[in-house]
T-cell receptor
Framework: GQQLNQSPQSMFIQEGEDVSMNCTSS?????WLWYKQDPGEGPVLLIA?????ELTSNGRLTAQFGITRKDSFLNISASIPSDVGIYFC????????FGTGTRLTVIP | GAGVSQSPRYKVAKRGRDVALRCDSI?????LYWYRQTLGQGSEVLTY????????KSGRPSGRFSAERPERSVSTLKIQRTEQGDSAVYLC????????????FGPGTRLTVL
């Protein structure tokens, strides 16, 4: 199957700090999606990217579709405690392939 | 409710037994998916169906996994002769139309095989 590598695997940050995480693939894709999953819940879509180089924001979240179409980045500005969770990148055509996730912990 | 729901939320099964997991998708959604999520390995799609046609995309070579769709907004994932390696969270998702539409996920069923 497809391999999506996310980094870092986990992050511990102070409230108010900015966060950056990325996702890379050995294959080219036409779509990049970023999801957040809270404990005991399913993933919730945060941002969808459909074009190489595209930069899209959703509140304090900003994601970019890498120009090579093999990677994507997610940034969270001014983190707050409710940002805690696991962030997954995903891509694919008929079916989604998920990355291994970045677990974010925000220290108040 | 307006979202995707799954039942049971937790399931413990003895190795070798069959299990059935239920998903109630969002009313009106055409495509329904089942994913398997394991810690540190991400999620993989097991199967998906569009409307009433079941399209099995399972990568499980043993064929122990199957899904039925008795109603348009209901799907049941069946795992036969469970193995310890089947322990995972099973996520159901649905999308309004085809596979390029946004997928909405349920909370998952955590299966533990002893």
């Amino acid at each position: 199957g497809q391999q999506l590598n996310q980094s870092p695997q986990s992050m511990f940050i102070q409230e108010g700090e900015d966060v950056s995480m990325n996702c890379t693939s050995s294959s080219i894709f036409n779509t990049w999606l970023w999801y957040k999953q809270d404990p005991g819940e399913g993933p919730v879509l945060l941002i969808a990217l459909y074009k190489a180089g595209e930069l899209t924001s959703n509140g304090r979240l900003t994601a970019q579709f890498g120009i090579t179409r093999k990677d994507s980045f997610l940034n969270i500005s001014a983190s707050i405690p409710s940002d805690v969770g696991i962030y997954f990148c995903a891509t694919g055509a008929n079916n989604l392939f998920f990355g291994t996730g970045t677990r974010l912990t925000v220290i108040p | 409710g307006a979202g995707v729901s799954q039942s049971p939320r937790y399931k413990v099964a003895k190795r070798g037994r069959d299990v059935a997991l239920r998903c109630d998708s969002i009313s009106g959604h055409v495509t329904l998916y089942w994913y398997r999520q394991t810690l540190g390995q991400g999620s993989e799609v097991l199967t998906y169906s569009q409307s009433d046609a079941q399209r099995d995309k399972s990568g499980r070579p043993s064929g122990r996994f199957s899904a039925e769709r008795p109603e348009r907004s209901v799907s049941t994932l069946k795992i036969q002769r469970t193995e310890q390696g089947d322990s995972a969270v099973y996520l159901c998702a649905s999308s309004l139309r085809g596979t390029t539409d946004t997928q909405y996920f349920g909370p998952g069923t955590r299966l533990t095989v002893l």
